[in-house]
């Protein structure tokens, strides 16, 4: 598989938003990637379901929802119905964390797990066969445009190597500071998608940017 490129549009300009998804959608990404924040969870608010309700009826590639919120468990079906094909919890705001990722799947969308930069990979042990996706936060979770963590790289192996034994078909995202500069040490480590969002949205050719991020690994033999 060719790994994915999921613009986040936390970076884009919201005077110019449904230009930004335009360029999405036009563009060789493969998903859109939309970051809800609570002021409690993180340090920072962002917004909600009405935003990716709007989002869902201007952008052709599916919207991946990445949940940075206290108690996700009593939005799940409403960031569905809003329009989600995946959403992704935080494994540090979910104590029942086996229940909440059935439940997105009772709902039809894919279920994702993110872990912030301390959170270990050991973690994942018990859960990893009912996330279609692991979400690996390469900077701490609330803004955009910080640098990547590089102890995130060895975590990515980890994951990848847990995948490989448990034989799952998870994708590891990685999330934060991703870019040119550093996507192929990501994908080298096992990285599926790489969500990018200062990198694209803050470029002088987004498209274009997007276009490389996608070019990116092609030739890779990526480690065991
Ligand atoms: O979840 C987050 C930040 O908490 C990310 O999705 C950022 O939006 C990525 O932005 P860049 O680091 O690529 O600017």
Known sequence: MNHIIAPSLLAADFTRLADEIQMVNDSQADWLHLDVMDGRFVPNITFGMLLIDAAKQLCTKPLDVHLMIVEPEKYVEQFREAGADTITVHLEASPHLHRT????????????????????????????????????????????????????????????????????????????????????????????????????????????????????????????
């Open 101 to 224: 990722l059935q439940q997105i799947k009772a709902t039809g969308a894919k279920a994702g797990v993110a872990i912030n930069p301390h959170t270990p990979a050991s973690s994942l042990e018990d859960i990893i066969e009912l996330a279609d996706l692991v979400c690996v936060m390469s900077v701490n979770p609330g803004f955009g445009g910080q640098k990547f963590i590089y102890n995130t790289i060895p975590k990515i192996r980890r994951i990848k190597d847990l995948i490989t034994v448990r034989n799952t078909e998870t994708l590891i995202e990685v999330d934060g500071g991703v870019g040119l500069h550093n996507a192929e040490k990501i994908l080298q480590a096992g990285a599926d998608v790489l969500v990018a969002g200062s990198s694209v949205f803050k470029a002088d050719d987004p498209a274009d940017a997007v276009a490389r991020l996608k070019d990116i690994g092609g030739e890779i033999q990526r480690f065991a």
